[in-house]
């Protein structure tokens, strides 16, 4: 399959930004075209349009199942599997944050809980005690945040961000009229 130059563009600068979230470079690119595309494609064709080896879109594609961010679906007379990923951005998200919440976060959150737990805290100094408390204080807080988050609906999660965009802004004194005259006001000289 040949790629035109805006699925190229897509394509390559997912991978580049995989690479810049941990994600194997690979294994972003597989996504972003199984995404792009919009519809399942077997793995010879995935290896052919990118040109990767077979091991490396197997592997690929193994991990992207693992995170739950594709599946396999099969078409009437052919014997290969055939992977697609979903074509709702918020669904993505939602995955994303889950997989990685589950993977990353709740090990460090279970951690700090055995820590704060362990009489040996007390043996060490009174502000490192309080850095580990406050770091499990706001990683349970965010957890709870994480949680109310995913079980919103896209459009309410969308109103949620937007509303919260809002609400910095004011609570900084922001406005839209107040930034553009703050732009084009003339500067201070420099002492």
């Known amino acids: 399959m040949q790629l035109s130059d805006t699925a190229r563009r897509f394509v390559v600068h997912w991978g580049e930004m995989g690479t810049a979230w941990g ?13 792009f595309h919009g519809r399942p494609l077997h793995a010879e ?6 040109g990767v080896a077979r091991s490396n879109a197997s592997n690929s594609l193994k991990e992207l ?13 052919d ?8 074509s709702d951005v918020w669904e993505l998200f939602r995955t994303v944050v889950r997989e990685r919440k589950e ?25 490192a005690q309080d850095r580990v408390r406050e770091t499990l204080r706001l990683m349970e807080s965010l957890d709870l ?10 459009s309410t999660l969308e109103k949620v961000l937007r509303l919260g965009a ?26």
Request: contains cysteine; negative net charge.
């Open 23 to 35: 994600v194997n470079r690979t294994v972003a690119q597989i996504h972003a075209l199984l995404f």
């Open 45 to 50: 064709d995935i290896c052919e349009t990118l």
């Open 65 to 77: 199942l693992n995170w739950n961010l594709i599946r396999a679906t099969h078409v009437l007379g």
């Open 79 to 86: 014997r290969r599997d055939y992977f697609e990923t979903s």
């Open 103 to 127: 993977r990353e976060f709740e090990p460090t959150v279970r951690m700090l809980r055995e820590l704060v737990a362990r009489p040996e805290l007390a043996d060490e100094a009174p502000d």
């Open 145 to 154: 945040w994480t949680d109310e988050m995913l079980r919103l609906t896209p």
């Open 166 to 191: 809002s609400v910095q802004k004011f609570v900084r004194g922001d406005d839209g009229a107040a930034r553009a005259s703050k732009s084009s006001a003339p500067r201070p000289p420099a002492d």
